[in-house]
């Protein structure tokens, strides 16, 4: 299986920092389902979104982390691995299967950096992200 290239990492859409790197610790802001510079996913999955199109989000958000921490880390090279993954996904008070939502962004990682890939995570459902997006992803790593 081909993996998908990495995007150009995305400029933060605040004054922040889009990765921070501590005492070996790193830590990637939330990055979202962004593509060709533009918010590829808008609304909330179970209303506005369909699962498929939330896991779609989730995707694409992944490979604007991976982007981060290559940017950062040297093109890898400096990465032991990741820590945890925090994914936010905007849904219907309804809808209960952001796991398996956010099982697409953790595939995108394990993929794309193997045994370095593996990390911890927690699902939240949120009724509304910033700028309307459908989900939001974040990610803590240790640097060697």
């Given at each position: ?22 005492r070996g610790l790193g830590f990637v802001s939330g990055q979202f389902p ?31 982390v991976l982007a981060q921490i290559y940017a950062a880390t040297e093109g ?69």
């Amino acid at each position: 299986m081909a993996l998908a290239p990495l995007p150009t990492p995305p400029a933060p859409a605040g004054g922040y920092a889009p990765v921070i790197i501590r005492r070996g610790l790193g830590f990637v802001s939330g990055q979202f389902p962004i593509k060709d510079d533009a918010l590829a996913y808008l609304g909330r999955v179970g209303i506005e979104r369909t699962p498929e199109e939330g896991a779609e989000a989730c995707r694409l958000a992944a490979l604007n982390v991976l982007a981060q921490i290559y940017a950062a880390t040297e093109g890898f090279e400096e990465l032991d691995g990741l820590l945890r993954l925090d994914g936010y996904i905007a849904s219907a008070d309804a809808f209960h299967a952001q796991p398996a939502i956010l099982d697409a962004a953790s595939e995108v990682l394990r993929d794309h950096l193997g045994a370095k890939g593996r990390h911890a995570r927690t699902a939240f459902a949120v009724s509304r992200l910033p700028l309307d997006a459908t989900v939001e992803l974040a990610v803590s790593f240790v640097v060697r």
